[in-house]
């Protein structure tokens, strides 16, 4: 991280990830406690700046650490790279109500900081690199530490329910809990196996050229009397699961807080004419 070349790369990709998220330097600087003056030396490869600077700075950029470091290592060498998809914030309907401890600001840095640490490990479940399923849980794993890291959740360390917890809160309260699912499925209701009262997220990612890109999120409020459960057979070594009723697949459809215009299904489409709040497409 001494050479000049890489720092050179790494001030031009840190002043390119600050304006594709519309941040000032002001307001990175305040974003990652750095002084002005000083990030200004690093935008301009004069700086070396420590690993714990360049963590803060990562995350205001909605990337790892270990994704920002790749891509600077790409550029000094010449490498020609695409740089990991992030979601459109004009995407974000920001009408549709979140969980207490979660903004829709912090939402964005969440699905940004999923989105490098998928381009990071770059596999391709369309390539066979691994298997649909596995891969869903894996965006689901890394969604919910980003959503962790970027706002007042806390991981569930107890895999009963639900995976994400706000500690500001009594248990008792109907926003402590945020469950997390994802999917290849635009518009698809909840599955659990844990299912019961608080909120419940849905990420729906595409592999778009080679690239994974979240497409959809939705977020709704529900209660135990929104699931149905099937129960497994005695001699079934599946533990049960539960889905969601169509009233409550259709909450969480109306709660895109997440969409990508193109994806759009005519579902969907008829949901957001119904709210009067059409995407133009």
Do not use: C
């Not at 990175?28 to 935008?43: K, M, S």
């Not at 248990?171 to 009262?197: C, F, I, R, Y």
């Amino acid at each position: 991280m001494e050479t000049a070349a890489f720092k050179k790369a790494l001030g031009k990709l840190i002043i390119e990830l600050r304006t594709e998220h519309r941040l000032s330097q002001e307001k990175l600087a305040f974003e990652a406690e750095v002084d002005r003056t000083r990030l200004g030396e690093i935008e301009r490869g004069e700086a070396n700046p420590t690993l714990d600077t360049l963590t803060r700075i990562a995350r205001a950029v909605g990337q790892s650490l270990g994704a920002l470091i790749v891509q600077a290592e790409e550029l000094a060498s010449g490498a020609a790279r695409r740089p990991a998809s992030t979601v459109n914030p004009e995407y974000i309907d920001r009408s549709v109500p979140l969980s207490k401890g979660l903004t829709h600001d912090q939402l964005e840095i969440a699905l940004n900081r999923t989105l490098a640490v998928l381009d990071q490990i770059g596999l391709n479940p369309e390539a066979g690199d691994i298997q649909a399923n596995i891969y869903s849980g894996a965006v689901s794993n890394i969604a919910t530490k980003a959503i962790a890291e970027a706002s007042d959740f806390v991981q569930n360390k107890d895999t009963a329910h639900p995976d994400l917890y706000n500690p500001r809160l009594n248990q008792a309260d109907p926003d402590w809990g945020l469950e997390m699912k994802a999917t290849h499925q635009v518009g698809k209701g909840g599955e659990s196996h844990n299912p019961g009262q608080g909120w419940f997220m849905i990420v729906v990612y595409k592999v778009v050229n080679g690239q994974t890109a979240i497409v959809q999120v939705e977020i709704a409020s529900l209660k135990s009397e929104d699931w149905t459960i099937h129960e497994r057979g005695a001699e079934s070594k599946r533990t049960r699961t539960a889905v969601t009723k169509a009233a409550a697949t259709q909450r969480l459809r109306e709660n895109s807080v997440y969409l990508d215009p193109e994806h759009v299904t005519p579902v969907l489409r008829k949901i957001r004419e119904a709210r009067r709040q059409p995407y133009i497409f």
